[in-house]
C-alpha cells in the first residue's frame, strides 16, 4: 500500500496542477466551447480569463494579423504591388485578383483583413519580404521580438498545406495587442466596408467584413476570422467599453461569436481599471532621507476584480541612503523601483527618481477667490487614464 502511495500522490499533485494551475478562471466566468481560450485586457497585458492558453494550434486565417502588421511597419502603403500568377492562383478564400494587375500595398491590407484573402497574402508576402521564405522569416522575428514563445509560422495565410505552422491563444492575444498599437491596423480592423478601384475597370471591389462582431456586438472594435478544416474555427476580436480594452481569442471553437460576447460581457461586468500609483510623488516613504524627495513619471493602472482593491499596496526599493547616494541622485537617472501588488502578487514597477527640492506645500487661503482658482486648477490637472499612461 505504501509503495502505491509513493507514485499515487506525485500523479494527483500533476493533475491538480494541470487541471487548476495553468487555467486562468474565475468564479462565474463563461465556460465557452473553445478548445483554447483567453481574455486579455489591453493596456497591461493581464489574463482576464484563460483554458488551454499556451497550447500550441494550428490557427487558420488569424495568422493574418501578423501578415497585416509587417505590411504596414514596412511604410510602403501607398506603393502599387503587381499581383504575380502565384499569387493569383493560391487556393481558398480570395479576392480573385488577375495575374500582372496592380493594387496599392493598403487595398491589398484592406482585402487581407475584412475578406481573409489568401491571394492578398501571399501579394503581400512577395512584395514586402522579396519572397515567401523571406517573409516568413520575418513573421518569425517579429514573434520573437514580441515574445510569441509557443508561434512558429510557415506561411502567410494560415492554410493547412504546410505542417509546423502553429500558436496559441496567448501569443495572438500578444500580437494583438502589439498590433493595436498601431493607428492603421486599429482602422483597417476596424472597418466594416472597404471599396478598392481596379485597373481598366469602371466598377469597384467592394470588400464586407467577415468579422460579425463587428455587427452583432455593440462595443466590437476589429478582430479577424479564421477556418481551414484542421484548425476548424478561430477567431479574434477586440472591444472597448468604459474606457477598458479586452482582447479575445478562441482557437477551434464552433460557437465562437456566442462565446466572444460572453466573455467580453463577464470581463466588463466584473474587471475595471483602477489607479494604482499616481504619477508625482511618493507618499507614506519609511526612510528619512528619500521622504518627500521620489517620484513616478507616470501613472500605473490595472484591471482588478471588486474583490481585489483591498489587496493593493506598494512597496519602495531603494539603495541604503548616504551621502554619496544622495549627492549622486538626479532628476533623469531611476534611483529606485517602486513595486505594485496585487494579492502580494508583483503586477507591475515603476523607476524612482530624486527630486532634490521638496514639494511645495500649498498655503491655506481662506478667499472666496482661491476657492474656485484651487478647484479650477484641480479640475483640469486630474486628467483621466490614457494611452500615454500604459504600463508598457
Known sequence: MQKRMK?????????LYWSVGPATVWAGAPAGSARAAIVMEEASGRVLYGRSEHASMRIASITKIMTAILAIESNKLGKSVKISSKAAGVEGSSLYLRADERLPLRDLVYGLMLRSGNDAAVAIAEYVGGSLEGFTHMMNEKAREIGMKHTQFQNPHGLDDTDGHYSSAYDMALLTRYAMQNSEFRTISGTKVYRSS??????DRVWNNKNKMLKMYPYAT??????????????????????MSLIAVTINDPNDWDDHMAMFNWGFANFHVKTLAEKGFVANVTEEAYRDHLRTNRTFSYPLLKEEESSV??????????????????????????????????VGTLPLY??????????????????????AVSFFLLRPFDAGDRHG
Open 7 to 15: 507514485w499515487i500522490v506525485p500523479l494527483l499533485l500533476v493533475f
Open 198 to 203: 481596379q485597373e481598366s475597370e469602371k466598377w
Open 222 to 243: 476589429g478582430g479577424k476570422t479564421g477556418y481551414t478544416k484542421l484548425a476548424k474555427r478561430t477567431l479574434v476580436s477586440t472591444a472597448r467599453k468604459d474606457g
Open 313 to 346: 499596496r506598494t512597496e519602495v526599493v531603494v539603495p541604503n541612503a548616504s551621502k554619496e547616494s544622495i549627492s549622486k541622485a538626479d532628476a533623469h537617472t531611476p534611483i529606485g523601483t517602486l513595486k505594485i501588488f496585487v494579492a502580494d502578487v508583483v
Open 354 to 375: 530624486y527630486e532634490k527640492n521638496k514639494p511645495h506645500k500649498l498655503k491655506k487661503e481662506t478667499s472666496f477667490w482661491q476657492s474656485v482658482k484651487d478647484t
